[in-house]
């Protein structure tokens, strides 16, 4: 049994001590935890975290802890490719932390990648983790994911408090109903970037005095672990709140050392006059589809797009993942065919791209080495409606191409229809065996 413990972190002071992150506008913060799981994944109680994950992090070094944070937080203005401004402030919230690190120092790797957990089904969605813990796990980097939105925490189908009250009930983005929207949620992600600064430094750097409840050492969510740091990631609906993160937050916040957005469809471009790297992954999906072919912007040395021929908004490999927190935590059944037009979830393995910016990312933030430009995918017209430029098998031509890809045996594209998400899925169909036997003759299919 976890012993809970609560400290208030004045994190206002980190402008002090660190210009690269100076955090002026973000309010301070408690955090809370971390918070007992009194049952097993799946039991009825609910009282673990929500999609805890299935990966057996235990025999990996890696460990799985949630926290509460809370505290008041600011309202911003968020105008289009500008700076915003504090509107108002002092709004209380309560929310929600889940961290996956490795347990020893000595298996970090420095960086936390830090996810606005995507809330475009009624529910905190990980997806980023999802697609990618192999190679997180494999590589030393701890996640966190944040519950920054009212959709995840409130809503009355699959919000946090109505699939748990017990564990969750006391959670509140909303002012109680006050401020419905998500205006909050901005300030509540900075604030998480700031718990996992580590609190402890804040009571040593300033000789505040030891014992005296408040000004102890701070709760650490990443365990003591030695940050250099934060990346803020998202998906989808996620990566069009980070767009507006950087744009008009980050240059007030400071408490990021750089973005990662994928399959956004926000139609914004990124400001490339702030002093922070940004990588933006583009599926064939989120540009035939999702309005990204007229949003096309050329690689600096602050920004970096790769766009990946055959990849799906949501592909195979991501679908078969969820599906298991799927229906252990939310009861949904997803082997019911959805209907598309086309035989759904392209195979191209979108996530091995994502890794490599991981990394990447890594390198041009801490070397200034930077990432390699890559080629757009080929468009016959820029839309709309866009049109990929596509071989006789119907596979898009340029952009990254990945081996499943470059070396076919099916037609995988990011373009679908049909009722429900299957716009999201893209397609796939095998190639028969007279054209497998043309194109690799002696294969054994």
Same mark, same amino acid.
């Given at each position: 049994?976890?012993?809970?413990? +609560?400290?208030?972190?004045?994190?206002?002071?980190?402008?002090?001590?660190?210009?690269?992150?100076?955090?002026?506008?973000?309010?301070?913060?408690?955090?809370?935890?971390?918070?007992?799981?009194?049952?097993?994944?799946?039991?009825?109680?609910?009282?673990?975290?929500?999609?805890?994950?299935?990966?057996?992090?235990?025999?990996?070094?890696?460990?799985?802890?949630?926290?509460?944070?809370?505290?008041?937080?600011?309202?911003?203005?968020?105008?289009?490719?500008?700076?915003?401004?504090?509107?108002?402030?002092?709004?209380?919230?309560?929310?929600?932390?889940?961290?996956?690190?490795?347990?020893?120092?000595?298996?970090?790797?420095?960086?936390?990648?830090?996810?606005?957990?995507?809330?475009?089904?009624?529910?905190?969605?990980?997806?980023?983790?999802?697609?990618?813990?192999?190679?997180?796990?494999?590589? #030393?980097?701890?996640? @966190?994911?944040?519950?920054?939105?009212?959709?995840?925490?409130?809503?009355?189908?699959?919000?946090?408090?109505?699939?748990?009250?017990?564990?969750?009930?006391?959670?509140?983005?909303?002012?109680?109903?006050?401020?419905?929207?998500?205006?909050?949620?901005?300030?509540?992600?900075?604030?998480?970037?700031?718990?996992?600064?580590?609190?402890?430094?804040?009571?040593?750097?300033?000789?505040?005095?030891?014992?005296?409840?408040?000004?102890?050492?701070?709760?650490?969510?990443?365990?003591?672990?030695?940050?250099?740091?934060?990346?803020?990631?998202? @998906?989808?609906?996620?990566?069009?709140?980070? @767009?507006?993160?950087?744009?008009?937050?980050?240059?007030?916040?400071?408490?990021?050392?750089?973005?990662?957005?994928?399959?956004?469809?926000?139609?914004?471009?990124?400001?490339?006059?702030?002093?922070?790297?940004?990588?933006?992954?583009?599926?064939?999906?989120?540009?035939?589809?999702?309005?990204?072919?007229?949003? +096309?912007?050329?690689?600096?040395?602050?920004?970096?797009?790769?766009?990946?021929?055959?990849?799906?908004?949501?592909?195979?490999?991501?679908?078969?993942?969820?599906?298991?927190?799927?229906?252990?935590?939310? #009861?949904?059944?997803?082997?019911?065919?959805?209907?598309?037009?086309?035989?759904?979830?392209?195979?191209?393995?979108?996530?091995?791209?994502?890794?490599?910016?991981?990394?990447?990312?890594? +390198?041009?933030?801490?070397?200034?080495?930077?990432?390699?430009?890559?080629?757009?995918?080929?468009?016959?017209?820029?839309?709309?409606?866009?049109? @990929?430029?596509?071989?006789?098998?119907?596979?898009?031509?340029?952009?990254?191409?990945?081996p499943q890809h470059a070396v076919p045996i099916a037609t995988n594209t990011g373009v679908n229809s049909g009722p429900g998400s299957c716009r999201l899925y893209g397609s796939f169909q095998p190639f028969d065996a007279p054209t497998i036997e043309a194109l690799y003759p002696g294969y054994d299919v």
């Amino acid at each position: 049994m976890h012993r809970l413990t +609560r400290v208030c972190i004045w994190f206002v002071w980190l402008a002090v001590c660190s210009a690269a992150h100076p955090a002026a506008s973000v309010p301070n913060l408690t955090v809370t935890g971390p918070i007992p799981a009194n049952a097993k994944p799946g039991d009825p109680s609910h009282d673990y975290p929500f999609f805890a994950t299935t990966v057996p992090l235990a025999e990996k070094g890696y460990i799985e802890e949630e926290f509460y944070f809370e505290g008041t937080a600011n309202r911003y203005s968020t105008p289009a490719g500008a700076t915003g401004a504090i509107i108002d402030t002092g709004h209380p919230y309560r929310s929600r932390m889940i961290v996956r690190r490795p347990i020893s120092p000595d298996g970090f790797n420095g960086t936390v990648l830090m996810e606005w957990l995507n809330v475009t089904g009624r529910y905190d969605f990980d997806g980023l983790w999802i697609a990618s813990s192999e190679h997180l796990i494999r590589r #030393g980097y701890a996640w @966190v994911g944040v519950s920054a939105q009212p959709a995840g925490i409130h809503d009355p189908t699959s919000g946090l408090k109505v699939w748990s009250p017990g564990r969750y009930g006391t959670l509140d983005v909303t002012e109680n109903g006050r401020v419905a929207d998500s205006s909050l949620a901005f300030d509540i992600f900075s604030q998480a970037a700031q718990a996992i600064r580590r609190p402890d430094d804040i009571a040593s750097r300033f000789d505040r005095p030891r014992g005296r409840r408040g000004w102890e050492t701070g709760i650490d969510p990443l365990g003591g672990l030695p940050v250099k740091y934060v990346f803020a990631i998202g @998906v989808s609906q996620s990566a069009n709140a980070l @767009v507006i993160y950087h744009n008009s937050i980050h240059p007030m916040a400071g408490v990021v050392d750089g973005f990662i957005m994928v399959g956004t469809s926000s139609p914004a471009l990124l400001r490339t006059d702030l002093d922070v790297k940004v990588f933006k992954l583009v599926s064939e999906t989120d540009l035939a589809m999702f309005g990204q072919a007229a949003n +096309r912007q050329p690689d600096s040395d602050r920004f970096r797009r790769w766009e990946a021929a055959g990849v799906a908004h949501l592909d195979f490999h991501e679908a078969q993942e969820l599906a298991p927190l799927q229906v252990r935590d939310l #009861g949904i059944d997803p082997s019911t065919p959805p209907g598309c037009d086309l035989p759904p979830f392209s195979r191209i393995p979108g996530y091995y791209g994502l890794n490599a910016a991981y990394d990447h990312m890594v +390198r041009w933030v801490a070397q200034n080495i930077a990432p390699p430009s890559a080629p757009e995918i080929a468009l016959m017209t820029a839309g709309p409606p866009v049109v @990929v430029a596509r071989d006789a098998h119907g596979n898009a031509l340029g952009g990254i191409r990945l081996p499943q890809h470059a070396v076919p045996i099916a037609t995988n594209t990011g373009v679908n229809s049909g009722p429900g998400s299957c716009r999201l899925y893209g397609s796939f169909q095998p190639f028969d065996a007279p054209t497998i036997e043309a194109l690799y003759p002696g294969y054994d299919v």
